[in-house]
């Protein structure tokens, strides 16, 4: 199946993950060099304060990505880099980097895909209170104008936040991300604020880039009952809710879901949320980023006091050195709900990918023909939609480089380009290749 011929073929990092370079040139703490020298929180007690060195090797990484052939780079601005505190005194230095960084793209003919919040909030916030206090608001818009003011004429494609459920619920509920924390009225009160923020952030940024799209990144999982019983289907209703819907309803109708939130109000955990503000979430967007792995098996559980659910698993399918099921359907599945509920005026796929337990380089390649096969799976979903009228106009393989992959360190790799961290060198994957035929095929037709 062919694709647009205006279609973007692009790969994604974010700062924290690829950047290095954490004590340099003025940018200050973030919330991840704190967890990560936490013991016991991040595996083998690995921290991002290297990870990929981008912040040196830049223009290196950005030739590999003209070789693959990519026409658009996602990465994301590290807030801490800009605004040491959070908000006030500006780092000049930081900014430069990424000034420089949009120049050499553009220099290269790819198309720069800026993401504002990719989970690296500046430290010195989180010790205000985080995401938790109502001023995460009036924070997150003084640097969106920041940002935006000094990007504004470079940058013609922002994306406002990257995956508010992890931010919330996997780093506040499930206390597996910074900050780390187990609180159900945490969680919730900052997915609350998050929603405000984006709805806040769009205007600000379409002031200072007039012209340029804007919207935000999304997480999806596609929920499928693990058995026909009515139970299992509610169950996985109530997980669609939660996972996605709690969040697609603020950005596009201004409202909660009413089926998880007459379950919610009666336990409590809404107790700081005020929902008459979140009509402020809906502002228009100019697209929807949609970052999909894998499904999510639901059962009926009673017991746990939340949801009322848990998990099981499809011992028959493939799975990813993460366990998470490889299944493309899913991604089919869920552009077309999203069409059909929502109505985006435009879907990028801003993450879409796999972790494999790949062997060591040879012969100046990596055998990857699990992470290839992937990919060569899920490009036909994207392009089976677009058939049937799903408006998806991008798709960004995660990611262009192994890097340092949150509470599981470097142990789990998702680059299509091997990272050898102790001396920086990058190598090709057969996945990075067979990419690199994929755009060069498309661009013949």
Same mark, same amino acid.
């Not at 007690?45 to 990929?52: F, K, L, P, S």
């Not at 010195?124 to 995460?136: I, K, M, V």
């Given at each position: 199946?062919?694709?647009?011929a ?6 994604a ?21 704190e ?6 929180k ?37 807030w801490?880099?800009v605004?040491?505190q ?7 230095a ?9 120049d ?16 690296d ?10 995401w ?30 990257n995956?508010?459920f ?11 991300h ?18 405000l ?18 919207g ?12 026909s ?21 603020p950005?596009?109708?201004?409202? &909660?879901?009413?089926?998880? $939130?007459? #379950?919610?109000? /009666?336990?409590?955990? !809404?107790?700081?949320? %005020?929902?008459?503000?979140? *009509? ?11 970052? &999909?792995?894998?499904?999510? $098996?639901? #059962?009926?559980? /009673?017991?746990?006091? !939340?949801?009322?659910? %848990?998990?099981?698993?499809? *011992? ?34 801003? *993450? ?94």
């Amino acid at each position: 199946m062919s694709f647009p011929a205006d279609f973007v073929w692009g790969t994604a990092t974010s700062s924290y993950q690829v950047e290095g370079a954490a004590q340099e040139d003025g940018r200050g703490p973030a919330i991840w060099d704190e967890f990560s020298r936490t013991p016991g929180k991040v595996k083998n007690g690995d921290t991002g304060d290297v990870a990929c060195d981008h912040y040196h090797r830049f223009p290196q990484d950005i030739a590999l990505m003209r070789d693959l052939g990519v026409n658009g780079y996602r990465f994301s601005v590290a807030w801490p880099r800009v605004l040491p505190q959070g908000v006030g005194r500006i780092n000049e230095a930081g900014l430069d980097f990424y000034t420089r960084l949009v120049d050499a793209l553009r220099e290269a003919g790819i198309e720069p895909y800026l993401t504002l919040y990719h989970w690296d909030l500046p430290q010195a916030l989180q010790e205000r209170g985080g995401w938790e206090n109502p001023d995460s608001v009036a924070w997150f818009s003084e640097y969106s104008h920041v940002v935006s003011s000094a990007l504004g004429a470079d940058i013609g494609h922002w994306i406002t936040l990257n995956e508010p459920f992890v931010i919330s619920m996997v780093a506040n509920l499930m206390g597996v991300h910074a900050p780390g924390k187990r609180d159900p009225v945490a969680a919730y009160t900052i997915a609350h604020h998050l929603m405000l923020a984006h709805g806040a952030s769009v205007p600000i940024v379409r002031a200072n880039a007039p012209g340029a799209e804007v919207g935000i990144t999304l997480d999806q999982t596609y929920s499928d009952p693990l058995t026909s019983s009515d139970a299992d289907r509610r169950a996985a209703r109530r997980f669609a809710a939660f996972h996605n819907d709690w969040f697609l309803e603020p950005v596009f109708r201004g409202v &909660y879901p009413a089926d998880l $939130l007459a #379950r919610l109000e /009666p336990q409590g955990v !809404l107790a700081r949320v %005020d929902l008459s503000q979140i *009509e402020r979430a809906r502002v228009p967007i100019d697209f929807l980023g949609v970052n &999909y792995y894998t499904r999510s $098996l639901v #059962r009926d559980n /009673p017991g746990e006091p !939340l949801l009322g659910l %848990d998990f099981g698993r499809n *011992e028959h399918g493939q799975h990813t050195a993460l366990d998470w099921e490889v299944y493309p359907d899913g991604l089919l599945h869920t552009l077309l709900y999203l069409r059909n509920a929502y109505y985006p005026a435009k879907i990028y796929i801003t *993450e879409n990918g796999c972790a494999y337990d790949d062997p060591q380089p040879s012969n100046g390649v990596v055998e990857d023909p699990e992470r290839a096969r992937y990919y060569q799976l899920h490009l036909p979903a994207a392009a089976e939609a677009i058939r049937l009228g799903v408006p998806v106009a991008g798709y960004f393989a995660w990611s262009m480089f192994d890097n340092f992959e949150w509470a599981e360190g470097y142990d789990k790799r998702f680059g299509i380009y091997h990272v050898d961290f102790a001396t920086q060198q990058r190598t090709p994957k057969r996945s990075a290749l067979a990419y690199r035929d994929r755009i060069a095929a498309e661009r013949t037709r």
